[in-house]
Nanobody, 126 residues
Framework: QVQLVESGGGSRQAGGSLMLTCVVS????????MGWYRQLPGKARDGVAT???????SYADDVKGRFTISKDNAKNTLYLQMNDLKPEDSGVYYC????????????????????WGKGTLVTIST
């Protein structure tokens, strides 16, 4: 099974930037899906951004133009660059991966990914 470890969370003022990193260990097939999800206390987990093995991207509407998901296959690392942060971006951010599914299945409304990290906390103040 794939193991995921997130880092890069922290506190920022609104308008600031953060980059989240997720290191992946384990075997991913040629067809796979990776993504970032966030959760506020007492709220459901929401998809933020996903990327499939062919580079297909999906973003939540409220982060389009501000967040960028990317990956470095050589380093087995997934990134989320977050710019122009807003207080409503606060939450625990989770990295997720599915080692065998991708394509149209891989999008921000897909929550059935096989592996999840433990999360990293992002706090944005006004």
């Amino acid at each position: 099974q794939v193991q995921l470890v997130e880092s890069g969370g922290g506190s920022r003022q609104a308008g600031g930037s953060l980059m989240l990193t997720c290191v992946v260990s384990g075997t991913m097939s040629a067809r796979n899906c990776m993504g970032w999800y966030r959760q506020l206390p007492g709220k459901a987990r929401d998809g933020v951004a996903t990327i499939d093995s062919e580079g297909g991207l999906s973003y939540a509407d409220d982060v389009k133009g501000r967040f960028t998901i990317s990956k470095d296959n050589a380093k087995n690392t997934l990134y989320l660059q977050m710019n122009d942060l807003k207080p409503e971006d606060s939450g625990v951010y989770y990295c997720a991966a599915d080692p065998s599914r991708g394509g149209a299945w891989c999008n921000v409304y897909q929550y059935n990914l096989e592996s999840w990290g433990k999360g990293t906390l992002v706090t944005i103040s006004t």
